[in-house]
Every structure is written in C-alpha cells, then in structure tokens.
C-alpha cells in the first residue's frame, strides 16, 4: 500500500500535468503513447519473437501474443509505481525523495530473526570496494530463496584490512563451518591499481576468498534484480530474506536510507545517492542477487568445490610373482 506522501506527490504531478494539458502554448502538441498493456501497444508483432512466431504476419493474433509477453514480463518484475510510468505510461509519482525500494520491501515479510546457514549451498559474500569497504554474506538455499545472513561495515580503510580484522572472522564463525564461500562484487574491481600488478579480486584470492565479478555494473539491472527477488515467493514465504538482528543497517537501507533525491537546480538524479554505508549495503545485496538470478550460482559453486586428487593405479610387474 502507498504511503500518503506518495499519493500526495502523485496527486501533485497528476494536477501539474493536467495544467500544462489545459494551457499549453498554441503551437505546442500534446501526444499520449498508448500503455504496453493496452490493446493497441506499439511494437507487439516485433518484441519477444520466436523463429516460429516471425513468419507469422504482424497482425497475427499469435504474433500479437507473442510481443505482449515482453511487457507482462516487466509488469511482474517491478513494483506498481514503477509499472505505472513505464509500462501503462500514465502519470505516476516522482521518485526523488523517496527509498528505492519503497514499492518492493515489506519488512514484515522480507525481515526475520534467527537465520540459520543451511548444508550444501555456497554462501555468497557481496563486496563493495573503496575506503569504505562493506560486505553482505548470504546463501542461496535450494528452493532459490536467498537469505542476507550477516553484514559488515567498515570505515576509511583498504579492502585488505577490512578482509583481515572483519570479513575474514565473521566468515570463520562456527555457523559457517564446513560450508564454501566466494566473494561477488563491481566488475570494476579487475582494474589492476597504479602502483600494484593487484586488481580488488587478487586481494581477496589472495587472503584466501576467491572472488568473481558481477555481470555488470548498470545501475537498472542491479536494481531489477532485487526487485525480481523482493516481488517473488518460495514456498509461501519470501524469496529474499534479510535477518533483522545481525542487518540492521541493511533493513533500514532497504526502508528508506537507499534514495533517489534532487539537484540544487530541482532536476530528479538517476541514479540512487551515494551514501555510506546504505548505498554501499544495497550495492552488495545488487551484485549478490544478480548473480543468483543470472544462474551463476551453479557455476561459482563449481568452481570452489575442493578437487579430490586421484591415487594413481600402480602396476605391478609379473616378474614379482616369479
């Protein structure tokens, strides 16, 4: 349910945008782009198309089908407000001033106590780099939920000191005992520095936590990719589950501290303010559940499976036996 601030800001564009309908300049044209839901959606017969479906003519009813999944596809994955400008393309809220999340996070349902590690799934490390390094340790489970099981913040120091004196001891808790682990994190982090042959990702091989690059560093996919788990169930329960005792800072990230917010000049910014340690938090839960919606999971899981060495046969001559 939207908050009365969201309505009021809502019912505030809708009545500006209605004035500049009623009184717009004489040579001036206003033109309304029909929704992605709406019977006459443009683009249908060429989105979302199988070999099979294109040697259907533009008007086929299959053909038409076909293309509308395109946008059902983005009205499952995002939030309502969000569905509103850009899939029914009416009027909706202006974002600024308000958390990222806000259409997406329940804390009563994304937020319990007491999680516990389960057997057999790596658990996944989102790292942020930079002087103030943060780091998010979650587990995929094997229903695909992912539950944030601990975070770990760390001010004005280099990404070794915050694996040495932080990361390192709360990943080598006994609760984490016999289970693997590997760090995720900006795919910028492969840029080797100025003065060291290191990138970010060699440091942490280095200190023993192998590491991987997220998919990509775009700010929209990050963010779908959290609202893809927030808006999906497993089992009756949420598919992303955060534990409220040991990410506090997180909760209230996801609450309200990750925001949009303005310029001086009144302009909305794109791009969520950066602010440690909530942007920091939320860019660690971007790349971790990236890499679990993209099916990485399987393939980091592989990757830093132990490797069994093989005893070679050894042949024994005949001439021993004479």
């Not at 057999?120 to 943060?134: A, E, H, K, S, T």
């Not at 990230?253 to 791009?271: D, I, M, W």
């Not at 860019?283 to 919606?293: A, K, M, S, T």
Request: include cysteine.
């Amino acid at each position: 349910m939207r908050s009365r601030q969201v309505d009021a800001a809502m019912d505030a564009f809708k009545r500006e945008a209605v004035l500049f309908e009623n009184d717009k300049p004489s040579d001036w044209q206003v033109f309304f782009q029909p929704g992605g839901l709406e019977p006459d959606a443009e683009n249908l017969p060429y989105l979302m198309q199988t070999p099979v479906t294109l040697q259907l003519a533009p008007t086929d009813p299959i053909r038409i089908a076909q293309g509308r999944t395109y946008y059902d596809g983005l009205s499952r994955a995002r939030n309502a407000e969000w569905v509103t400008r850009y899939v029914l393309a009416k009027y909706g809220p202006d974002p600024s001033g308000a958390a990222v999340f806000r259409g997406s996070f329940k804390k009563a349902f994304h937020v319990k106590k007491g999680l516990i590690p389960v057997l057999g799934m790596p658990i996944l490390v989102g790292q942020d780099f930079g002087r103030n390094p943060c780091s998010l340790i979650a587990q995929p489970d094997h229903s695909g939920r992912l539950s944030v099981l601990e975070e770990v913040v760390s001010e004005d120091m280099g990404l070794e000191m915050h694996i040495t004196r932080f990361l390192r001891p709360k990943i080598y808790q006994e609760r984490f005992a016999g289970l693997r682990f590997a760090a995720v994190g900006d795919p910028s982090g492969t840029s080797k520095g100025n003065f060291l042959e290191e990138d970010h990702f060699d440091v942490m091989g280095r200190l023993g936590i192998p590491g991987f690059p997220a998919p990509t560093n775009n700010i929209d996919p990050r963010i779908l990719a959290v609202e893809t788990l927030l808006l999906q169930q497993r089992d009756g329960g949420p598919a992303l589950v955060i534990d409220e005792d040991k990410c506090p800072m997180l909760v209230q990230a996801l609450q309200s501290r990750y925001r949009y917010s303005k310029t001086q000049a009144g302009a909305v910014k794109p791009l969520p303010d950066k602010s440690h340690p909530w942007s920091d938090l939320a860019d660690c839960l971007q790349y971790i559940c990236l890499i679990v919606n993209s099916g990485m999971v399987n393939y980091i899981s592989k990757k830093i499976r132990p490797r069994v060495k093989t005893v070679p046969k050894t042949r024994v001559s005949a001439a021993g036996w004479t």
